[in-house]
């Protein structure tokens, strides 16, 4: 525990500490309802630009991102608990800053908020995430829909998930393990829940230097290759989305 006042930026390793604070959180929860909803705070140290370590005078540190707070109320409790800690130094004496019920509420949700960032980072950390997808693997850990959107939201604010960036890897490795015309890989993009413009894009990039009827025409040699006739070839090409006239060309 630290009686410190500090706002400085410290590169910290927060992976282990990060994994407690569910348990922490949940011991908070605990107190909260034996403390008449309050929470009272001896200290507050930024690790990271908006993130912020929560020493409480009562229990385990936790942590906390300004965004979910809401970056200007948590600047104006950063301000009252300053005025609290030089006031109380001044004094000699231990600084208790306790905060309202409300400000203890907020403050419990944006670290149960930050929970859920840490694990939609693992998973993009592994692999490009879809918005709708993160949000069915968030929802399927059992965090609240109102903090995954939160979540999903500052994640898309800074970057780290792109709908954009998803579409184009996944076209990437569809592409090469399948042949289908544009327009079936436009139809999974949508069932995907992606949008329609950027869908379109990422259709673009992918095809800026691919013949759509070079893919047809390998897809069709396949075909004969395995001594497919003609009209199980012609089914075959339409549900992958080429249109019947090509197909007849080609054949």
């Known amino acids: 525990m630290t009686h410190e006042w500090s706002k400085e930026k410290n590169t910290v390793d927060l992976v282990h500490e990060s994994d407690s604070n569910l348990a922490n959180v949940s011991i908070l929860e605990e107190q909260l309802e034996d403390s008449k909803n309050t929470i009272c705070i001896q200290g507050i140290k930024q690790v990271l630009s908006g993130l912020y370590k929560i020493h409480p005078t009562a229990g385990p540190v936790f942590f906390v991102r300004d965004w979910y707070f809401g970056i200007e109320n948590f600047e104006k409790l950063l301000e009252e608990f300053e005025t609290v800690f030089f006031e109380d130094r001044e004094k000699g004496?231990?600084?208790?800053?306790?905060l309202t019920e409300e400000q203890s509420l907020?403050?419990?949700d944006a670290?149960?908020?930050?929970?859920?960032?840490?694990?939609?980072?693992?998973?993009l950390n592994r692999s490009?995430?879809?918005r709708f997808l993160l949000f069915q693997k968030l929802?399927?850990?059992?965090f609240r829909i109102s903090y995954i959107n939160e979540v999903l939201d500052f994640l898309e604010y800074e970057g780290h998930l792109s709908d954009l960036r998803f579409s184009?890897?996944?076209?990437?490795?569809?592409?090469?393990?399948?042949k289908e015309s544009r327009t079936k890989l436009y139809q999974e993009l949508l069932s995907r829940s992606i949008s329609s413009q950027t869908a379109k894009q990422a259709l673009d990039t992918a095809?800026?230097?691919v013949d759509e009827e070079e893919i047809l025409r390998d897809l069709i040699d396949s075909y004969i290759s395995k001594g497919f006739d003609r009209d199980k070839i012609i089914k075959k090409c339409m549900y992958y989305g080429f249109p019947l006239k090509v197909i007849n060309t080609l054949l």
């Open 93 to 98: 004496e231990k600084t208790s800053f306790c």
């Open 106 to 108: 907020l403050l419990l």
């Open 111 to 123: 670290s149960e908020a930050y929970l859920a960032e840490r694990y939609a980072m693992g998973l």
């Open 128 to 130: 490009e995430q879809s």
């Open 139 to 142: 929802l399927k850990k059992k």
């Open 168 to 178: 184009e890897a996944w076209l990437r490795q569809r592409m090469r393990s399948k």
């Open 207 to 209: 095809f800026e230097d």
